[in-house]
Nanobody
Framework: QVQLVESGGALVQPGGSLRLSCAAS????????MAWYRQAPGKEREVVAH???????NYADSVKGRFTISRDSAKSTLYLQMNSLKAEDTAVYYC???????????WGQGTQVTVSS
C-alpha cells in the first residue's frame, strides 16, 4: 500500500523559511519521479517543483531561486526547502509520486503552509 505523509507545514512570517518533508512507503522510491504541488483557496492545484528519479529538478517561475526540492532515496523521503516566503506562498502543499507507469500516480494528504505577519 502506497503512503505519502507530508509534514513541516506551519504559520511563518513573510521572509521566513520552512522545510517540508514527505515520507514515502510502499513505493520503489528510487525509480519514482516526485513533485510538490500546492493549492491555495479558490485556486487550482499547481506544480511547485519536480525532481526526476535521477535528480533532475525544475521549478515554477514563482518559486525559482527561493525553493529547493531534494530527495533522499535511503530514507525514501522528499523535501522542499522554502526560503524568503511570501504571502502568496500560502497554500496546502501536496507530495506527488509518479511511477514509471503513467497510468498511476499517488498523492499525500497535504500540509498547510501559511505566510502571514
Amino acid at each position: 500500500q502506497v503512503q505519502l505523509v507530508e509534514s513541516g507545514g506551519a504559520l511563518v512570517q513573510p521572509g521566513g523559511s520552512l522545510r517540508l518533508s514527505c515520507a514515502a512507503s510502499g513505493v520503489d522510491f528510487g525509480i519514482y519521479a516526485m513533485a510538490w504541488y500546492r493549492q491555495a483557496p479558490g485556486k487550482e492545484r499547481e506544480v511547485v517543483a519536480h525532481i526526476s528519479n535521477w535528480g533532475y529538478t525544475n521549478y515554477a517561475d514563482s518559486v525559482k531561486g527561493r525553493f529547493t526540492i531534494s530527495r533522499d532515496s535511503a530514507k525514501s523521503t522528499l523535501y522542499l526547502q522554502m526560503n524568503s516566503l511570501k504571502a502568496e506562498d500560502t497554500a496546502v502543499y501536496y507530495c506527488h509520486a509518479q511511477p514509471p507507469d503513467p497510468r498511476r500516480q499517488y498523492w499525500g494528504q497535504g500540509t498547510q503552509v501559511t505566510v502571514s505577519s
